[in-house]
């Protein structure tokens, strides 16, 4: 059973950063797609970003390239979601998620909600103007 714990959400000012970690327990299997996704209030989850464990390729949101970088630290078992220049829209719960994806696996070309099935507890992140 995978479980995953998020932290480092905050309130920063428009213009600021913050960077997300996801510390991932209960591996069993070769290979996973971790993502990101995120949450406002009144809107669906979208995905921000995502990564294969044993790939280096990446998948970003429209709405959050050049200003997000993914990455992870698999000695640590550690995914990050580094932030930059955010805006007051990027204000949501953002949840770490994680889907068993056997070696050689991939991500989804275009991750959604229903291809994971373990997540985090969330963590806020608000952006004031």
């Known amino acids: 059973q995978v479980q995953l714990v998020e932290s480092g959400g905050g309130s920063v000012q428009a213009g600021g950063s913050l960077r997300l970690s996801c510390a991932a327990s209960g591996y069993t299997s070769s290979g996973y797609c971790m993502g990101w996704f995120r949450q406002a209030p009144g809107k669906e989850r979208e995905a921000v970003a995502a990564?294969?464990?044993?790939?280096?390729?990446?998948y970003y949101a429209d709405s959050v390239k050049g200003r997000f970088t993914i990455s992870q630290d698999n000695a640590k078992n550690t995914l990050y979601l580094q932030m930059v220049s955010l805006k007051p829209e990027d204000t949501a719960m953002y949840y770490c998620?994680?889907?068993?994806?056997?070696?050689?696996?991939?991500?989804?070309?275009?991750?959604?909600?229903?291809?994971?099935?373990?997540w985090g507890q969330g963590t806020q992140v608000t952006v004031s103007s």
């Open positions: 990564i294969y464990t044993r790939r280096s390729s990446t």
């Open positions: 998620a994680a889907e068993s994806r056997p070696w050689p696996g991939s991500c989804p070309r275009v991750p959604h909600r229903g291809d994971f099935g373990y």
